[in-house]
């Protein structure tokens, strides 16, 4: 079923239902109370300025020293390619995007309120009559806001629109409970490894981290390691070379392909680099040098790792935005891909 169609049959063929359009009503109503609020519209259409597709917004707020902001209010069960289109659709437009669920159950979340959520980096907002009063008391947009703890939702509190962070993504937040503690996780996990990667003085000697300590070719993984995290040291624009003694890493990854080496990583090592700001390195010798080693190496056919091998599982968790689909993804609607994995 197309999702015009589903949506149809979900509002009984009609494309808004009644309460849906008072509950927007009322938004634009509580946003007006705001004395630096100088136009609201309700399912008015707002045309394109690139020439693509417009949007009708459930609401669409001018405010003064402000700017123009929309407000979706989720009632039933948005579809998750409508919440993405939509979000996709306000971001191109520069338009900050707010949306508002008429209700939400912190044991019972749906995957698409879900996704609304993540969106809004672990917050979730909630128009409910403790807001409703709030709004008319503070003459303001006011809401009721759960926040992720990780494990569930923290108790609710109320906030005024105007204390929400906005991000270049667009989505507000209150408190990030998601990208900012995913990233500080993921820098947790790398630190032991650039440590002793820095140590390393001996390369004939094994690196020094237990991680590493299962694999039976400790010395290619450990040279497999040092190569990764040299790419994406020379993608965050601070060249190290912590694989080889080669003056770039350029020299260090064609040397180590042509040697047969990393040969067995060449796909995996072409899947990181295709995610960084290194990607460039694929059009010339390195590249040459990759495809080589996948389609026919000098010293006859080698097997190249598969994404379940222990070693692509290694540095998908080391460097997961950019050999994490789901966290490279989430990253990205965040508004929040580091620039050396772009």
Not at 90 to 108: A, C, K
Not at 161 to 178: I, V
Not at 307 to 323: D, F, G, N, T, V
């Amino acid at each position: 079923m197309h999702p015009n169609d589903a949506r149809a049959a979900q509002y009984r063929g009609q494309q808004e239902s009644k309460m849906h359009r008072s509950m927007c009503e009322l938004i634009s109503e509580l946003a007006g109370l705001d004395e630096r609020c100088e136009e609201t519209k309700v399912d008015e259409y707002l045309p394109p300025t690139d020439g693509k597709h417009g949007r009708y917004p459930d609401v669409l707020v001018d405010w003064r020293d402000f700017g123009r902001f929309a407000v979706e209010y989720q009632m039933s069960h948005t579809f998750q390619t409508e919440v993405s289109q939509r979000c996709i659709h306000y971001d191109r437009e520069g338009i900050p995007l707010l949306w508002v669920l008429s209700s939400f159950d912190p044991e019972r979340v749906p995957q698409a309120v879900s996704d609304v959520v993540h969106r809004h980096r672990g917050n979730a907002f909630v128009l409910d009559q403790q807001a409703i009063n709030a709004s008319r008391d503070q003459r303001t947009l006011v809401l009721t806001c759960y926040m992720s703890d990780g494990a569930g939702y923290d108790a609710p509190v109320l906030v005024r629109f105007d204390a929400l962070t906005f991000p270049e993504s667009c989505l507000p937040f209150l408190e990030d409970r998601l990208v900012g503690p995913l990233l500080e996780r993921i820098k947790s996990k790398r630190f032991p490894y650039f440590r002793a990667l820095r140590a390393w003085g001996d390369r004939l000697s094994d690196l020094p981290l237990a991680d590493l300590e299962p694999f039976a070719e400790r010395k290619r993984v450990d040279r497999l390691v040092a190569a990764a995290f040299s790419i994406i040291a020379e993608a965050a624009g601070k060249p190290e070379n912590f694989a080889s003694g080669h003056p770039n890493i350029r020299a260090m990854l064609n040397t180590f392909q042509n040697s047969g080496s990393l040969a067995p990583y060449a796909r995996l090592l072409t899947a990181l680099i295709e995610n960084t700001s290194q990607r460039g390195l694929l059009k010339g010798s390195v590249g040459e040098h990759l495809r080589r080693a996948i389609k026919g190496h000098r010293l006859g056919h080698i097997e190249q790792v598969s994404e379940a091998s222990p070693e692509w599982r290694l540095l998908r968790e080391l460097l997961p935005e950019a050999l994490d689909p789901f966290t490279r993804q989430r990253l990205v609607e965040a508004g929040a891909l580091p620039a050396w994995a772009k």
